[in-house]
């Protein structure tokens, strides 16, 4: 349990924590279950997202214990962003060596979350995860230069609270409660009357009051950098990204396409992947490479499949808050759209509305400064449409610059029974619908 990773980024506080160890937990109270699980593992933190069956724990080192307020866990991030199917990532960290994290429905799995020493050690962790869970298994690859399917920096996004390490708390059940208060009493007495002796002695002298930090201009500044980063996809945008999975050739010499998945970089484009496998006997890598489109780059598993890499241009707005649709008006508008639709898909997920996290600022003493009354009221909410590909294409206009999209995906069925919600070509789209108060 303290073989763990730190991961940091130039110019971001933040900083992920890799190689947790996750436990299953059921019952209701999941989040008291989920502390009381972190102190039976005699973990110094653990790692929780609200109404999961999933904690992971940790021991921090002591000096590790300082930066608790900027750990976030990597592992939860990942799986908050993958919350369809079976998702594993496969990520070469600058010291060389791989972690390994798998989610299935937006729930870490308790095996992964690995960092292993070397390729081959990542590669059997894949291995198994292929075995249990079949063709289900989509992985994707990251890598040091954040140009692979996943970039890491981006994992914590907008709203890192949800991932951040919480302490286990201390705990003394063999003691009697009356003597822990007695003991933490004459602490604190004697802790004063060193604090009031140290202050006499040094005569009263105050260093300097460091600058003040206007509060107004402080949140001015966290809310315009979030309002920039968060991208609003127009209707075109959506369909657009839709259109490259549409367009992918069925069959590239001898080889048949098996899914494909797009995620939003870090900017407004998208990274794409296609997974291919050897659907004819005569079928090679070099009559794969002299039929694909320019632009690809692949990476061969070994023999009979490959991933094909790309890219597609995106588009979309920053968030403007005059621009979004109240709350009310979601409920009355769009998830009416929504329900018009639904017989042609097979599923639509949308979450419960919840504020939109932002990082606050901290005063010059390093205290939290309060939101002021003048800021923007923003809540999110997480959609996803499953369905026949076809059937996405007829999302409703009223999405328009009120979501941003943040992963699609593609899955071949030759022998799918064909139906209303049902076909050979299955797609998925998710992100985030946004509203104001």
């Avoid at 997202?49 to 991030?77: K, M, T």
């Avoid at 070469?92 to 390729?119: E, F, M, N």
């Avoid at 209707?235 to 396409?257: M, R, S, T």
């Avoid at 005063?363 to 003048?374: K, L, N, R």
Wanted: hydrophobic fraction near 45%.
């Amino acid at each position: 349990m303290n073989d763990y990773v730190l991961l940091r980024f130039d110019g971001d506080e933040r900083v992920l924590v890799l190689g947790m160890r996750w436990h299953t937990i059921l019952g209701s109270r999941l989040d008291q279950r989920a502390r009381q699980k972190a102190r039976e593992a005699r973990a110094s933190h653990y790692a929780h997202a609200p109404g999961s069956e999933a904690v992971g724990v940790v021991r921090l080192s002591r000096a590790d214990r300082g930066l608790a307020a900027s750990l976030h866990s990597g592992a939860l991030a990942f799986a908050a962003d993958h919350r369809q199917g079976v998702v594993a990532l496969r990520a070469a960290l600058p010291d060389g060596r791989i972690w390994v994290v798998a989610s299935q429905g937006g729930k870490v799995l308790t095996h992964s979350d690995r960092v292993h020493d070397t390729a081959a050690d990542a590669q059997e962790a894949l291995d198994a995860l292929a075995a249990h869970h079949g063709d289900e298994l989509v992985v994707l690859d990251a890598d040091s230069e954040n140009s692979g399917d996943v970039s890491l920096p981006a994992l914590l996004g907008e709203s890192p609270d949800p991932y951040r390490l919480q302490p286990c708390g201390w705990s003394m059940p063999t003691l009697p409660r009356p003597l822990v208060v007695a003991t933490l009493g004459c602490a604190a007495a004697f802790l004063l009357r060193a604090g009031w002796d140290w202050y006499r002695h040094l005569g009263g002298t105050q260093a300097p009051a460091p600058a003040s930090i206007d509060p107004d201009a402080a949140w001015a500044r966290v809310f315009e950098t979030f309002r920039q980063r968060v991208r609003l996809h127009a209707q075109e945008d959506g369909l657009a990204v839709l259109d490259a999975l549409a367009e992918l050739p069925a069959e590239l010499g001898g080889w048949k396409l098996s899914s494909a998945q797009c995620t939003r970089d870090a900017g407004p484009g998208w990274t794409c992947r296609a997974g291919y496998g050897r659907g004819h006997r005569l079928a090679t890598n070099a009559s794969f490479l002299a039929a694909r489109p320019p632009g690809w780059k692949e990476t061969w598993q070994p023999m009979d499949a490959v991933v094909a890499h790309f890219s597609i241009a995106g588009g979309g707005q920053a968030l403007e808050p005059s621009r979004l649709r109240s709350q009310e008006e979601h409920d009355d508008q769009t998830v009416t759209a929504l329900q018009q639709v639904m017989p042609l898909l097979s599923g639509i997920t949308l979450g419960d509305a919840a504020p939109a996290r932002l990082e606050p600022p901290r005063d010059e003493y390093g205290a939290v400064i309060p939101a002021p009354p003048s800021m923007p009221a923003i809540f999110e909410r997480p959609l996803a449409l499953e369905g026949p590909l076809r059937s996405l294409f007829l999302m409703p206009e009223l999405l328009a610059g009120q979501v941003e999209w943040r992963s699609a995906s593609l899955t071949v069925a030759p022998d799918a029974e064909l139906s209303l919600n049902r076909s050979r070509l299955m797609a998925g789209i998710s992100g985030v619908l946004y509203a104001r108060d």
